[in-house]
């Protein structure tokens, strides 16, 4: 069973910077692909970015390109998303999602405000 447990959240000014987790397991994380989705208030789904198992790969949405980083550590089944120069229309819900996988977890609350 895929679990997923994201924390780090918090609330942050604008320009700011966050450093999100999310401990994976129940499934082999170093040969899964992963992603970062987030959901703002009254808002559906938005994918955010990706990395493939090894790390060498990553892609980003547009409206975060630049600022956030993903990355992962095989060793540790801990995928992270580094966020620098928040703004206010980053504030959501933020997810880490297996892919392929409809698995999500409790999520951890990003509020960008001063």
């Known amino acids: 069973e895929v679990q997923l447990v994201e924390s780090g959240g918090g609330l942050v000014q604008p320009g700011g910077s966050l450093r999100l987790s999310c401990a994976a397991s129940?499934?082999?994380?170093?040969?899964?692909?992963m992603n970062w989705v987030r959901q703002a208030p009254g808002k559906g789904l938005e994918w955010v970015s990706w990395?493939?198992?090894?790390?060498?790969?990553?892609r980003y949405a547009d409206a975060v390109k630049g600022r956030f980083t993903i990355s992962r550590d095989n060793a540790k089944n801990t995928l992270y998303l580094q966020m620098t120069s928040l703004k206010p229309e980053d504030t959501a819900v933020y997810y880490c999602?297996?892919?392929?996988?409809?698995?999500r977890g409790q999520g951890t609350q990003v509020t960008v405000s001063s």
């Open positions: 129940g499934f082999t994380f170093r040969t899964a692909a």
């Open positions: 999602a297996k892919t392929d996988s409809p698995a």
């Open positions: 990395i493939n198992s090894g790390g060498g790969g990553t």
